[in-house]
Antibody
Framework: EVQLLESGGGLGQPGGSLRLSCVAS????????MSWVRQTPGKGLEWVSS????????YYRDSVKGRFTISRDNSKNTVYLQMNSLRAEDTALYYC??????????????WGQGTLVTVSS | DVQMTQSPSSLSASVGDRVIITCRPS??????LNWYQQSPGKAPKLLIY???TLQSGVPSRFSGSGSGADFTLTISSLQPEDFAIYYC?????????FGQGTKVEIK
């Protein structure tokens, strides 16, 4: 059974940092690309960042570029999201998900249950 | 960024009804379109990828169609477990973007 378990969420100060982790099991982690997606009541679902299976390539939405860093440790079946210079608008439920290439682009196949990040002083 | 517009934003339907949800991107995205279902308190679940291909394990009452800039998700006979929020998502260009969601409620 595929499982993705996020952790590391909590209360962060504006301008502060948090590090999210997502531990995967039940599939061949090192051959799957991974993503972080966040959700808020106001903005809905928002893709944040993705990383290739080897970690050689990473992608970010503009609003987090230069502040967030995605990385992975295939020996630990874990993907990370280092979040620096936190802003109030980063407050959200953060999901990790694996994605696959299909005949029609990329699809987010398995999702974790999310970890809640709240940015507030 | 490609803007994804879903309609309607919400609908009320009865068990057994046929439901159609529309998704229109702000530009052509070929068939780089996914549909997800999110039940209360749960993570999104992939239903359909590449606009019309059913994800493994998803009931055949779900179907997707369209290409370019006009897509639909159809539920042929609504079941109690289908009351949820449905999202479309494009992977044609980064940033991947989602529609605002369509909430399917019980009439």
């Amino acid at each position: 059974e595929v499982q993705l378990l996020e952790s590391g969420g909590g209360l962060g100060q504006p301008g502060g940092s948090l590090r999210l982790s997502c531990v995967a099991s039940g599939f061949s982690f090192s051959t799957h690309a991974m993503s972080w997606v966040r959700q808020t009541p106001g903005k809905g679902l928002e893709w944040v960042s993705s990383i290739s299976d080897t970690g050689a390539r990473s992608y970010y939405r503009d609003s987090v570029k230069g502040r967030f860093t995605i990385s992975r440790d295939n020996s630990k079946n874990t993907v990370y999201l280092q979040m620096n210079s936190l802003r109030a608008e980063d407050t959200a439920l953060y999901y990790c998900a694996n994605y696959i290439a299909t005949t029609g682009g990329f699809s987010l196949v398995y999702w974790g249950q999310g970890t809640l990040v709240t940015v507030s002083s | 960024d490609v803007q994804m517009t879903q309609s309607p934003s919400s609908l009320s339907a009865s068990v057994g009804d046929r439901v159609i949800i529309t998704c229109r991107p702000s530009q052509s995205i070929d068939d780089y379109l996914n549909w997800y279902q999110q039940s209360p308190g749960k993570a999104p679940k992939l239903l359909i990828y590449a606009a019309s291909t059913l994800q493994s394990g998803v009931p055949s009452r779900f179907s997707g169609s369209g290409s370019g800039a006009d897509f639909t998700l159809t539920i042929s006979s609504l079941q109690p477990e289908d009351f949820a929020i449905y999202y479309c998502q494009q992977s044609y260009s980064i940033p991947w973007t989602f529609g605002q969601g369509t909430k399917v409620e019980i009439k």
